[in-house]
């Protein structure tokens, strides 16, 4: 019997309205991710791919739809559900990593876990830092977050998407703005979490390459999954 | 550490030049709150000190009796009453019995039981008119500090000695160890020794006064029983009007407190006080916009930061007390150092009533330290709010995608 699926999303629509203007930019979208599944969200620029992630991040509402995760409906919680469910099970890696430039790598990383628990804990030290060493920055953990290279800074990123073990983590262009050894370094890191920690990855990209690492891809078009 | 004190003592310490010079700002906006408390406080000491320091503040009186009405006729509203005459005297008959009670009220310094009358002062051909003050023998210096204002002899009494004011002396041409005589106005006349002369700077006591021993007034005036009235001296002059209350409910007898025969300068302290409030509410509301200004510029250069805080699970509640909390220390660390700087400032200062004529009346007990420093406090972490309900709408998703 397979497990049931991490996320459910059925005729997701997403309308911006700018005056009289409306443009639609999800027209319907229908999609199940199941637990530890590595898939890429492929499609042109303007195709919907960043709109579909910031709503199944829980960043923005759908206009209309259903979006379930975890078997919880997310479309009816309230602000304050969704800060709280986004902290609990979602993780992101964006494209320009967006790490706190005035907190070190190991501070960047607990942060998630430190909202969660009002402080920052012994425990949660310890898991940033087995996690930063899981991505090969071991002798980086006290570096300022401006202290470390492009491909440094995803690595923590991708540890800190990781801190509070969430069952799903979107990750928009992860290696965007990396060179090519350093995006192979991360698309393996990414592999292997998902692996070894039963996490789903959705990953947004352009790049072949990426999509070609993924066991599943999904392409949008003009706002629906094609 | 609470983390949300964790992020915005980081985000204080990030820029610390930046962080140093608005600190800095707020220290001078407390030091002028402190200094001006010190300064209106010190002036009021000063004045209240040098106009009141030598008089009663308290003075208990007989009451006056209602005159007697002679004629009352309804329809024309006329009423005629008997004036009554200079030279009848109203005595506390039964005052010896509220003396001890008044004298052992907390509030109270010192207490002169006096005996007073007009007369004419005589040495050969020249005579002067004098207000004479019997008082008992100890209490001459109990309201007017005359023991310091000495200018030549003692403020000692005896039954036979009199001080004088120093300048009712000159016009007499009369010094200590000289024979004058004293003639009351019910035409009983003596002789005394000068004892003493003092000059208070007031004209009323160094060109009329003349102390002598409440037996000698007893004698001079025809008064072998009760007082002329009771002069009280308090440890708060500030205290008059209730205390005087006091006394008038308890005893039955007018109690007049200083206060109601100076009301032009409580006024001019009161105005003073007011003028005072404003530059120290001049000085927070500079506070306000100084810390408001700074948060504000410092949530709209973070908006991305704050962003990605609530992409990762920061509710807008923590956002907001991250920067609340930033004012509230900022307030803090300046309001402390202000109040510590204003204090040493201050501190070298002599108390007020020591103050020369030239110097500046600082009174450092004054400075409202407290007070400073909580309402910077109050005031930087109310400053904060605006900005920090600002930061708390940041949407994560306009933010990242830029």
Known sequence: MSAAPVLVVSDLVKTFREGAVETPVLKGVNMTLAEGELCALLGPSGSGKSTLLTILGTLARPTSGSHVMLGRDLTSASDAELTEFRNAHIGFVFQFHHLLPDFTALENVVFPAALRDGRETARARDRARELLARVGLESRVDYRATQLSGGQKQRVAIARALMNRPELVLADEPTGSLDKDSARQVLDLIAEISQAERTSYLISTHDDTVAARCRRQVRLDNGAVV | ?402
């Open chain 2, 1 to 402: 550490m609470p983390f949300v004190l964790k992020v915005a003592f980081r985000y204080l310490t990030a820029n610390k030049s930046q962080t140093a010079l608005l600190i800095s700002g707020v220290a001078v906006g407390v030091f002028v709150f402190v200094f001006m408390s010190a300064l209106i406080g010190g002036l009021a000491v000063l004045l209240v000190q040098r106009t009141v320091g030598n008089i009663s503040h308290i003075t208990i009186e007989a009451p006056d009796a209602d005159a007697d009405a002679i004629a009352v006729d309804s329809h024309i509203r006329q009423l005629l009453v008997r004036q009554r005459s200079s030279a009848q005297r109203t005595l506390l008959r039964s005052a010896d019995a509220f003396v001890p009670l008044i004298e052992a009220m907390s509030e109270v310094k010192a207490i002169s039981p006096q005996v007073v009358g007009n007369g004419f002062m005589l040495r050969g051909e020249r005579r002067a008119a004098v207000s004479v003050t019997g008082v008992e023998p100890d209490k001459v210096t109990a309201i007017a500090d005359l023991g310091s204002r000495l200018t030549a002899g003692s403020t000692e009494l005896t039954s036979s000695n009199i001080v004088l004011g120093q300048k009712l002396a000159d016009d007499l041409g009369v010094r200590v160890g000289q024979v004058v005589r004293l003639r009351s106005d019910r035409g009983i006349e003596r002789s005394f020794l000068v004892g003493g002369l003092f000059a208070v700077g007031v004209e009323a006591l160094d060109g009329r006064a003349a102390f002598v021993s409440l037996s000698a007034a007893r004698t001079l005036f025809e008064i072998p029983q009760g007082l002329s009235r009771i002069e009280v001296k308090l440890n708060d002059v500030y205290q008059a009007d209730a205390i005087a209350r006091r006394i008038a409910a308890d005893t039955g007898l007018d109690a007049t407190p200083w206060t109601a025969n100076n009301a032009q300068l409580l006024d001019g302290l009161r105005a003073q006080a007011s003028s005072g409030n404003l530059i120290k509410a001049f000085a927070l509301i500079t506070i306000v916009i100084g810390v408001a200004s700074a948060l504000s510029l410092s949530t709209y250069r973070r908006r991305p930061e704050i962003g990605i805080m609530r992409a990762m699970g920061a509710s807008r509640g923590f956002v907001t007390l991250v920067f609340i909390v930033q004012g509230a220390l900022i307030g803090l660390i300046g309001g402390l150092l202000g109040t510590g700087l204003g204090y040493a400032a201050l501190a070298p200062f002599p108390p007020p009533e020591l103050t020369g004529s030239a110097g500046l009346p600082i009174d450092v007990r004054q400075g409202a330290y407290g007070l400073a420093l909580l309402l910077t406090v109050v005031a930087a972490t109310l400053a904060s709010i605006l900005p920090s309900r600002s930061a708390a709408r940041v949407e994560p998703v306009t933010v990242i995608s830029q």
